[in-house]
Nanobody, 114 residues
């Protein structure tokens, strides 16, 4: 299993970013996918979940209305569109096969700062 997140960077508060995660080594279109994050000095936090067909999505309260998870099964890729970013969103973001992030791959750093 390989999960490679990309798209992070430095963004000002209120800005937007779209993260991507390229997956391989398993049957992507049968797998629930998760975005998790780890802020400096904190544990892993599940941010968003998407069903295998992309029809169902779940978010933590702080992400509702600001983040959108989606997937393209033809490309084995899951996305996280993040808007109205806040400093509290600063973290390394990973995609994972489980909500705890135990199977997370390589992450991408998002820094929200003016």
């Amino acid at each position: 299993v390989q999960l490679q997140a990309s798209g992070g960077g430095l963004v000002q508060p209120g800005g937007s970013l779209t993260l991507s995660c390229a997956a391989s080594g398993f049957r992507f279109n049968r797998q629930w996918m998760y975005w998790v994050r780890q802020a400096p000095g904190k544990g892993i936090e599940r941010v968003a979940t998407v069903s295998p067909d992309g029809g169902d999505a779940l978010y933590i309260d702080s992400a509702k209305g600001r983040f959108t998870i989606s997937r393209d099964n033809s490309k084995n890729t899951v996305y996280l569109r993040m808007t109205s970013l806040k400093s509290d969103d600063t973290a390394v973001y990973y995609c994972s096969l489980d909500r705890q992030g135990a199977t997370r791959g390589q992450g991408t750093l998002v820094t929200v700062s003016s």
